[in-house]
């Protein structure tokens, strides 16, 4: 699908200002859209807008399809006469830079109970008839989330293949016994999947009657500890016991020497092929529901993917094997037409990951921290760019650029400098004008290097577990030159026309 010349932010949600511990999808965002659109952006990129997992990732949700409660606006509930003022004190540990998620999680939990209660106890009959139709229409996968994240909780978060009971297995018999035991806690979490949706289908809507597109992200692979695992174990390579025999990852690469060991549960493809991909359709169907524009992370994962065995402790020692490659994206465009899908195609890209992804026109990504390490053949430069593809200063896995310039070799600075006839002295600005004058077709800019900010505001440190995914700004950071440079480049560079892939 072809994309037209366009510019964008990076930046997820939870990384707005707001007065709640962590950002979310009240005031702020509305506030953001408008900036975007002050600023000349016809993009809003964000990251997988799942619950958190292990280490806070976004990249490890419990659910492949429902939405972060953590996310949820607050005010909205209190509008709704659902929360009080009282209700929404603030908490000692919030903080504006990070989000502490010791503090955020317990204090939105509580709120959203209280919330979820007052309306079981005073619903008006409109709300109450939205939260039904909302609850059909989305039967599919809420029935088995609700059910399995109130069955997580009760077993203190322990991996599903340990529930007691016949649970693990999904008897009909103990799942009839436990929705019936924990119907109010299915309930609490069907009302906050409803209010998520409602949130976040406005707020798309605000975006794009403003010339503004969501672009959205699908990781490949899906957390073990999740409501589709659960609900679908014939579709996962598992073991007797429920537990993975093998792991998702890749191996050792520039982000890591031992290679990243996931840990994510490898799909059975034999089986999704003959169930014609329905799983992966409704998957894709569902996220599309969403935003306007997927990044499917880790795309060389459906030409071929890495296969660690699930007791190996880092993913040095695994195996290439073959993905389901065309016949995958087939069956999805047979069900649902053409969609605009960006291919994550970092790392080391065979032929064949590369052909999969030019049959399927799906733009690649290039890194622009990535081009100065070599010399002119380096596929990251900019002149070594084509149209079909995604640039980036740097991505949500990438250090600031201001922070990579501080640990990149003098080799890299001296580069840089030659080639961007630049001295380096506002770097993060050298790279957002080389991605604004590139000849791919979009650019796109983190929301830490408009700030110009340093190492400790990166959002992710691939292979590390703790201290991540916590960063914020403040309003007060954002000055107005920040907006009209960001403009003038784009008028500069031709991005300030339309936004509708062709």
Not at 60 to 78: K, P, W, Y
Not at 353 to 377: H, K, N, Y
Not at 473 to 493: G, K, M
Request: glycine share 8%; hydrophobic share 40%.
């Amino acid at each position: 699908m072809k994309f037209p010349r366009n510019s964008g932010v990076l930046l997820h949600p939870t990384s707005l200002p707001g007065p709640y511990g962590s950002g979310d999808l009240g005031t702020a965002a509305y506030h953001f859209v408008d900036w975007l659109q002050t600023a000349g952006q016809k993009l809003w990129q964000i990251l997988p807008l799942g619950g958190i997992g292990p280490g806070n990732s976004p990249y490890m949700s419990s659910s492949a399809f429902a939405g972060n409660v953590l996310l949820i606006d607050m005010d909205d509930l209190r509008q709704h006469a659902w929360l009080t003022a009282e209700d929404l004190t603030s908490d000692v540990g919030f903080e504006t830079q990070r989000q502490n998620f010791a503090a955020v999680w317990p204090w939105r939990m509580e709120r959203l109970a209280r919330a979820a209660q007052a309306f079981t106890q005073d619903a008006n009959p409109q709300d109450l008839a939205e939260f039904a139709a909302f609850c059909e229409a989305h039967t599919a996968w809420l029935d088995n989330y609700a059910l399995f994240m109130s069955l997580a909780e009760c077993f203190q978060w322990k991996d599903w293949c340990e529930w007691e009971g016949g649970l693990a297995q999904r008897t009909p018999v103990a799942m009839e016994k436990a929705r019936a035991q924990h119907a109010q806690r299915i309930a609490f979490w069907k009302f906050c999947q409803w209010r998520f949706f409602t949130q976040w289908l406005k707020l798309r809507a605000y975006a794009n009657q403003r010339g503004i597109k969501i672009i959205g992200d699908a990781p490949i692979f899906i957390a073990y500890q999740s409501a589709e695992v659960w609900a679908r174990q014939d579709l996962f390579d598992l073991n007797a016991d429920g537990l993975p025999r093998v792991v998702a990852g890749v191996p050792p690469d520039y982000f890591s020497e031992t290679g990243q060991r996931w840990g994510n549960p490898m799909y059975l493809w034999p089986a999704h092929a003959q169930e014609g991909y329905a799983w992966w359709i409704e998957r894709i169907k569902r996220t599309f529901e969403l935003v306007d524009i997927v990044r499917i992370d880790h795309f060389r994962g459906f030409a071929n993917y890495w296969e660690v065995p699930a007791s190996e402790p880092t993913a040095m020692k695994g195996q290439w094997l073959p993905g389901p490659g065309a016949p995958l994206f087939d069956a999805i465009y047979a069900a649902l037409g053409p969609l605009a899908i960006i291919a994550e195609d970092l790392g080391e890209i065979t032929p064949d990951v590369e052909a999969l992804r030019r049959e399927f026109a799906f733009p690649g990504m290039r890194i622009l921290q990535f081009a100065f390490g070599g010399d002119s053949t380096n596929n990251f430069l900019p002149h070594r760019h084509q149209n079909d593809t995604v640039v980036y200063t740097g991505t949500h896995d990438n250090d600031t650029t201001r922070g990579w310039w501080k640990a990149a070799s003098e080799k890299e600075r001296q580069y840089l400098c030659d080639y961007l006839a630049v001295d380096g002295s506002d770097v993060h600005w050298d790279l957002i004008r080389a991605s604004c004058a590139s000849v791919a077709d979009t650019a796109i800019h983190p929301m830490q290097d408009i700030l110009g900010l340093e190492t400790e505001h990166r959002m992710n440190f691939p292979g590390k577990c703790e201290g991540y995914w916590e960063w914020r700004f403040d309003w007060s950071q954002v000055l107005p030159e920040h907006a009209s440079r960001l403009a003038h480049l784009c008028r500069v560079y031709g991005r300030d026309g339309g936004n509708d892939p062709q």
